[in-house]
C-alpha cells in the first residue's frame, strides 16, 4: 500500500527559482520525515530531515514545512541550481520503539534549467 | 570504509539462476538495511538486521529471497530462481541514529 504519496512526479524550474515537493502520509505513528537526493547511478542521500513537534527546518537553501494536521510536508529548494538537478524523494519511518524502516515517496526528478 | 559498499555493482543473471549481492556496511553500524528499487519508483523496504540479528523480513517478496549477516558485519542478499520481476537496483544502508546512509546499489538484470 502507498504510505506515502509524492508530487509531482517531475519538475523543470529555471536558474535561480524556488522547487516546491509536497509529500503526504497516512500513518499518523510516523513520527521522523527526512527528504532524500538521489544521483543516476548513486544511493539515495539525506538532504533534510523534520519531526513533527516543529512546522518548519531550513538547511541553507532547503527548507521543510510540515503540517502535522494535514499530514503533509513539502521540501522548498531555494535559488535552484542546475547541480540540484537530481531526483528527490521524501520518506517517513517511526522512530522510538520503531527501528527506522523507512517508506519512500515515489520520487520526483527535479531539472533545473541554467 | 568511508561508506557502505555494495558488490557487484551490475548483475545480469539469466532467469532461474541463483544471485548474491553483498553490503559492507560503515564499521560499527549496529543496523543495517536492504531496500529494492524498481525503475522510477522509490526504494521499498525488503528486511532488517540488528547486528547478526534478522529483526524484520517482512518485505522479503517470496521464499527466494533470503538474507544473512552472521558476524553482525557484512550482510548477503541471495535470491534464488531469478525471474524477471527481481530486476531492480537492490540497495544497502546502514545507521547512525536516525540517519541511513546507503550504498550506491546493485542493479539486477534478470533476461
Known amino acids: 500500500q502507498q504510505q506515502v504519496k509524492q508530487s509531482p512526479q517531475s519538475l523543470i524550474v529555471q536558474k535561480g527559482g524556488i522547487s516546491i515537493i509536497n509529500c503526504a502520509y497516512e500513518n499518523t505513528a510516523f513520527d521522523y520525515f527526512p527528504w532524500y537526493q538521489q544521483f543516476p547511478g548513486k544511493g539515495p542521500a539525506l538532504l533534510i530531515a523534520?519531526?513533527?513537534?516543529?512546522s518548519e527546518k531550513k538547511e541553507g537553501r532547503f527548507t521543510i514545512s510540515f503540517n502535522k494536521s494535514a499530514k503533509q510536508f513539502s521540501l522548498h529548494i531555494m535559488d535552484s541550481q542546475p547541480g540540484d538537478s537530481a531526483t528527490y524523494f521524501c520518506a517517513a519511518s517511526k522512530e522510538g520503539t520503531s527501528y527506522g524502516k523507512l517508506t519512500f515517496g515515489q520520487g520526483t526528478i527535479l531539472t533545473v534549467h541554467p | 570504509g568511508a561508506g557502505v559498499s555494495q558488490s557487484p555493482r551490475y548483475k545480469v543473471a539469466k532467469r532461474g539462476q541463483d544471485v548474491a549481492l553483498r553490503c559492507d556496511p560503515i564499521?560499527?553500524?549496529?543496523?543495517l538495511f536492504w531496500y529494492q528499487q524498481a525503475l522510477g519508483q522509490g526504494p521499498e523496504f525488503l528486511t532488517y538486521f540488528q547486528n547478526e540479528a534478522q529483526l524484520d523480513k517482512s518485505g522479503l517478496p517470496s521464499d527466494r529471497f533470503f538474507a544473512e549477516r552472521p558476524e553482525g558485519s557484512v550482510s548477503t542478499l541471495k535470491i534464488q530462481r531469478t525471474q524477471q520481476e527481481d530486476s531492480a537496483v537492490y540497495l544497502c544502508?546502514?545507521?547512525?541514529?536516525?540517519?541511513?546512509?546507503f550504498g550506491q546499489g546493485t542493479r539486477l538484470t534478470v533476461v
Open positions: 564499521s560499527g553500524h549496529v543496523s
Open positions: 544502508a546502514s545507521r547512525q541514529n536516525t540517519e541511513a546512509f
Open positions: 523534520i519531526r513533527p513537534d516543529v
